[in-house]
Structures are given as C-alpha cells and as structure tokens.
C-alpha cells in the first residue's frame, strides 16, 4: 500500500537544516523548516572550516562559486606551545587537495547560511519559517504533528530533527520512545535522556585581522589543558579556545560575561601566534565572542517511528578536525538517498511516478541510514577527540604525540593517506546533477552523475 502524500518537517534552520532544504527541494519533495530564531541567516557563531566530503556536496549543489568567494583555503597549520616556541607546522589540508583535489576552506557560519539560503529556489526559500520554536512533537501511524511556542501546528509525514546539539526533537523522540509499549522499564530503542559528555568548553572571539596576524594564517597553540585554533580571514579573524574542564559533565551550561571574564582571567596570556598578540588582546578588540560547552558523543538510536535525527542532533564532534558540521551535511547526503531508493522502489514496484512510500518503507529508510552513517560518525568523533586530548596535552601519551609525531610531515601523510579511503567513500546525492570539480588521487567511490535528473 502507498501513501497518497509525503510532506517533511524540518525542525532548525542551522546549516544542516538548510542542506537538507535543498535535498527535499531537488527531489521535489513538499517541507517546511521551523526555525526558533528571528532570521534564517544571522550574524553571529563562530567560523567553520569546510573539508572536501563538505564541500564536494555544496559544489553537487551549485554552490561553490560563493563558497570561494566567500571563504579561504587552508593549507598548512602553524603550531606553537603556551610559551610560543614552535612545534612544527602541520600540513593534513595540503595532503587532503592531493587525495581529494580541494583545500579545506574556512568560512564564517554567517557567509555559509547566507549562500545555503540564496541558493534555494524562491518556493524554496517561501518554506524557511523563522520564529518558529518547536515545544512538542506527535507520531502516530498516519503521520507526525509539531507545535510551536506561538501555538502554530504543523502537520506532515516525518519529522527531520536539525536542531543542533540540544535538541528538543530528539528529547521528544525519547519520550515517543518511552510511551510505547514495551516489556522492560525502559524501550531498547530509546536514548539515554543526557546523551553527551562534556570534558571541553569552548571560547570563541571574533576580531579585526590585524598585524602580526596576515589574511590565510591558520595557527594553533597547544599546552596542558588549553589549546585554540586561529583561521585568519581577509578582514576579521576567529580563535576558538577549547578549555579542558576540572570534571566532565552531561550537564548544559549557559555562560555569562562573567565567565566570559574569568575565562579571560585564566587564559588571556596564550599567544594567538608567533611573534605576537595574545588571547586577552583578542578579546579587548572582539566584534562578537561567545562561550559554549563541547558536547561529544553519537546516539545510539538515530530515529524512532516517524522522527530521524541529523547533524548535532544526532552526534556532536569537539572542533578540533573541523568536521562536526561537514558530517552533518553528509547525513542529509545520505538519508536523502535512503528515501531515493524507497521512493524509486515503490514507484517502480506499482508503474506510478506519483506514488510514495508507505510508513514501514520509510522507517527502513531510515534504519539504513543510520547504518551508513553510524561507524564514520563514530570514528570521526573519536578523532576529534584525541586531537583535542593531543592538542590540550592530556597525558604524557597525547604530549609526546603532539610533540614528537605530528611534527613530522611523513607521518602526517601516511595517517592523512591511511584515513583516505574512508574520505573517498562519502555519498553524494544520488538523484542530483552536478559536475565533478574536485579530483585527487583518492577517486571517490560514488561519483557525480551528470545525467540523472
Ligand atoms: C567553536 C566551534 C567551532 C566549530 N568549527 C567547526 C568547523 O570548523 N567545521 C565543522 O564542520 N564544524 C565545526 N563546528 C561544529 C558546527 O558548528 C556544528 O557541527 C554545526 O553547526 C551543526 O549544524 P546543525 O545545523 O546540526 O546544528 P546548529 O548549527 O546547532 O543549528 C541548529 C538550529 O536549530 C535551531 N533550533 C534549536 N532548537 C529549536 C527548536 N526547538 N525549534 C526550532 N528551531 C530550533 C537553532 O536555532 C539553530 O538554528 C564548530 C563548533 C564550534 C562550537
């Protein structure tokens, strides 16, 4: 049996929320994104840097003449420790152009949801929703209903949870998952209530690109139980300052300016770059800062019924790798064609090009899903996570290695080459026109097709 519609609640407009715009946009799909803020594109958030499973997404999409103009491309890191003396360069972004034929290229969070939301049809752009702040969500067998702050309801066939590390869809999904009927107290395919664990906070500070710091110098400072990362850009600079904590927490936290201050107090002195400028004078010139926590970990159930889980929501990477924001762009990647082929399956299976999949197709979709995703998620935020141990000098181990290991380029290729294949593997959009502009000497497994329609 075939459903007679197909509509998808998208709830949060960040940057994953907007990818998965345009994969329900290509494929013809009706949706909606719900967006708690004010606007869509704000400025505020700190820089993000796009790796080439990122970006060669944005360019299927038609994207990457802006993204270029708009970012800059990183090939070499300098590191230094808390006194500034040096620890040698790092090159894994110019390994990545060779096996993958793209620097990684940095961006504000601003200049990305701008270019994400331009380049949407204007029937597109009609279904981005702001003010929309999702409190309650609602799955039965005929299909999902979500209510809004303002008392606005939604009604649709699934539910997208794009809402970022503290997600109200995925909270709601647990209490779907709690109230079904089950014979232990709690369901099997329900998550745990605090899924993350917090052993990093993070500062960020955006400031004027000024000397000693030059437009495209990308540096990094390491030391005992602190470590920050500097992306220069043509006229302002962002540091994020990622702080080991005294306990790790599954706890939120809201900081204030006062801790904003003693943040300052404790780790203003850190050089921001050789030869110059520190945390605390950063911080004295800012444009914006912000102070958050660095959730990490991945659900064990990334959809329950009609509600699936994407980008934050569903893992949440430290940022030492740059890669948090990439994986979730990959996500929508990879439900997207999940859907595809129960859409194609069905419609093939019945000869009509306007059937769609029932509700038992859809939830298998969404179980391959997270198979395909779940092991590069994980593996992805583990490395994250010991970069950031080596980076913050965790242990005598972690210390040696950033000292001793990563300061040798040979061995940064061979450990760039070895997690390459991996690279290489990452889906593009099954149903969607594009042109292959990144090619390195790592082909990639899936490539674009520029003859499906
Ligand atoms: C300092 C720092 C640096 C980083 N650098 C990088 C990097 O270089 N590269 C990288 O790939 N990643 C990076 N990340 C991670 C990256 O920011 C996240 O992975 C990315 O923003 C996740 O996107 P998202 O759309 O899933 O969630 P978010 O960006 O959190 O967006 C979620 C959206 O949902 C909205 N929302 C929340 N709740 C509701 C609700 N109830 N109803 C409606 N809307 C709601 C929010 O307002 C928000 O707009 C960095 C993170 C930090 C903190």
């Given amino acids: 049996m075939t459903s007679k519609t197909f509509k998808a609640i998208v709830v949060g407009g960040g940057p994953v929320g ?7 946009s290509r494929a013809n799909l009706d949706f ?31 994207l990457l003449p802006a993204i270029e103009a708009a970012s800059s491309p990183m090939s070499r890191f300098k590191r230094i420790d808390h006194e500034g003396k040096d620890l040698g360069d790092t090159l894994w972004f110019t390994y990545f ?46 299909g999902v209903t979500v209510t809004c702050a303002d008392g606005s309801t939604y009604t649709g066939t699934i539910i997208v949870g794009a809402d970022g590390a503290h997600s109200t869809v995925r909270s709601q999904m647990r209490t779907v998952a709690l109230q079904a009927p089950s014979t232990s107290s709690v369901p099997a395919s329900a998550n745990e ?33 602190c470590t920050l990362q500097l992306f220069a850009g043509e006229d302002t600079s962002v540091i994020g300052i990622y702080e080991r904590m005294e306990k790790p927490t599954r706890d939120g936290a809201r900081y204030t300016e006062a801790d904003e201050a003693a943040f300052i107090e404790r780790w203003g002195h850190l050089p921001v770059i050789a030869g110059g400028m520190s945390i605390a004078q950063a911080y004295k010139d800012r444009t914006q800062a912000g102070m958050v926590n660095l959730e990490e970990g991945v659900l064990r159930h990334w959809s329950y019924d009609r509600i699936v889980l994407v980008g934050d929501a569903a893992h949440k990477f430290t940022p030492s790798t740059g890669a948090g924001c990439n994986n979730g762009i990959v996500d929508v990647v990879a439900l997207a064609n999940e859907l595809y082929h129960a859409f194609r399956a069905v419609r093939e299976a019945e000869g009509d090009e306007t059937a769609f999949p029932d509700k038992d197709k859809i939830l ?40 001793h290991i990563l300061s040798k380029q040979s061995l940064v290729k061979f450990f760039a080459n070895r997690t390459a294949p991996v690279m290489a593997k990452s889906p593009v959009f099954e149903y969607v026109k594009g042109e292959e502009t990144m090619v390195g000497k790592f082909p990639w497994a899936q490539p674009i097709k520029g003859s499906l329609s």
């Fill in 18 to 24: 907007l990818t998965a715009a345009h994969s329900l």
């Fill in 32 to 62: 909606v994104v719900l967006e708690r803020r004010p606007k869509i594109v704000l400025d505020a958030g700190s820089n993000l840097v796009l790796l080439p499973i990122g970006l060669r997404v944005l360019s299927q999409l038609g």
């Fill in 97 to 142: 152009k060779e096996n993958h034929g793209a620097y990684p290229r940095v961006i504000s969070r601003h200049d990305l949801m701008q270019i994400l939301h331009d380049g949407l049809p204007a029937e597109a752009q009609a279904k981005l929703l702001p003010n929309k702040k999702v409190t309650e969500i609602n799955s039965t067998d005929e």
């Fill in 193 to 225: 209530e605090k899924p993350f664990l917090t052993t990093y906070r993070s500062m960020w500070i955006r400031f004027p690109t000024v000397s000693p710091i030059n437009p495209g110098d990308a540096s990094e400072t390491h030391g005992y139980d």
């Fill in 364 to 403: 298998g979709a969404f179980n391959e899903y997270q198979q395909v995703r779940f092991d590069t998620v994980t593996d992805g935020m583990n490395g994250a996570s010991r970069a950031t141990g080596a980076a913050t000098w965790s242990d005598a181990t972690h210390r040696f290695v950033d000292r």
